[in-house]
């Protein structure tokens, strides 16, 4: 049985950083493409970034280039979003997803596999 577990979250003032984590359990995490979307209160969801099986990173969205990065973790079942200079429109659920296939999928909303979400909310 799959699950994803995500932490990290909390509040931060604008210009600030939070690492976020996904741990997966049920299935080998690092050997597939492993995505961060996010939802803001009242907004749709929206695809953040992507890692595949092979390292590389799809940005979903322009707006946290140079900000955010992808990155696993040297166990087999983490995966984090490192998040900097925080602005208050960042301020959403942070949910880690997957398929289980090596690429990441090119619609983010078609992610098979969801965890709970964690709360990042930036302050001004």
């Known amino acids: 049985q799959v699950q994803l577990v995500e932490s990290g979250g909390g509040s931060v003032q604008a210009g600030g950083s939070r690492r976020l984590s996904c741990v997966g359990s049920?299935?080998?995490?690092?050997?597939?493409?492993m995505a961060w979307v996010r939802q803001a209160p009242g907004k749709e969801r929206e695809g953040v970034l992507c890692?595949?099986?092979?390292?590389?990173?799809?940005y979903y969205t322009d707006s946290v280039k140079g900000r955010f990065t992808i990155s696993r973790g040297n166990a087999e079942r983490t995966v984090y979003l490192q998040m900097n200079s925080l602005k208050p429109e960042d301020t959403a659920v942070y949910y880690c997803?997957?398929?289980?296939?090596?690429?990441?999928?090119?619609?983010?909303?078609?992610?098979?596999?969801w965890g709970q979400g964690t709360q990042v909310t930036v302050s001004s």
């Open positions: 997803a997957t398929d289980r296939t090596f690429s990441c999928n090119s619609d983010y909303d078609q992610y098979t596999y």
């Open positions: 890692i595949d099986s092979g390292g590389r990173t799809t």
């Open positions: 049920g299935f080998m995490l690092n050997s597939y493409a």
